[in-house]
Nanobody
Framework: QVELTEFGGGFVQSGGSLKLSCEASGRTLTGYFMGWFRQAPGKERECVAAISWSGRIPYIKESVKGRFNISSDNAKNTWYLQMNSLKVEDTAVYYC?????????????????WGQGTQVTVSS
C-alpha cells in the first residue's frame, strides 16, 4: 500500500515563497509520473505540474510558469514544488499524486495515489 504525505504548506504574504514536499512510502515509484494539484474553494481540482521518474517535466500549468518549479529526489522517493512570487490566487489546498500514465495524472482521473492535501494561503 502506497501512502503519499505532503509537507510544507502554510501561510505566506503575496510575493513570498513556499516549498512543498511529497514523500511516498510503501513502495518505490519507479517509472511513475508524480505531480501536484490544487483546489481552491468553489473550484475544480487542477494539475499544477508533473514530473517523470527520469526527471522530465511534461506538464506545468501556464499560470505558474516562471514562478513554480517541480523537482524530485528518487533516492528519497520524494518530489517537490517550489513556489515563488506567490499570488493571492494561488491560495488552495495542494495535493500530490502519482500515476503510471501522464494523461491520467494531468487529468486527475483514475489516479493511483493521492496525498491528503496541505493548505497554502497567500495573503495580500
Amino acid at each position: 500500500q502506497v501512502e503519499l504525505t505532503e509537507f510544507g504548506g502554510g501561510f505566506v504574504q503575496s510575493g513570498g515563497s513556499l516549498k512543498l514536499s511529497c514523500e511516498a512510502s510503501g513502495r518505490t515509484l519507479t517509472g511513475y509520473f508524480m505531480g501536484w494539484f490544487r483546489q481552491a474553494p468553489g473550484k475544480e481540482r487542477e494539475c499544477v505540474a508533473a514530473i517523470s521518474w527520469s526527471g522530465r517535466i511534461p506538464y506545468i500549468k501556464e499560470s505558474v510558469k516562471g514562478r513554480f518549479n517541480i523537482s524530485s529526489d528518487n533516492a528519497k522517493n520524494t518530489w517537490y514544488l517550489q513556489m515563488n512570487s506567490l499570488k493571492v490566487e494561488d491560495t488552495a489546498v495542494y495535493y500530490c499524486a502519482a500515476d503510471p500514465a501522464i494523461k491520467a495524472l494531468v487529468r486527475g482521473v483514475g489516479v493511483n495515489y493521492w496525498g491528503q492535501g496541505t493548505q497554502v494561503t497567500v495573503s495580500s
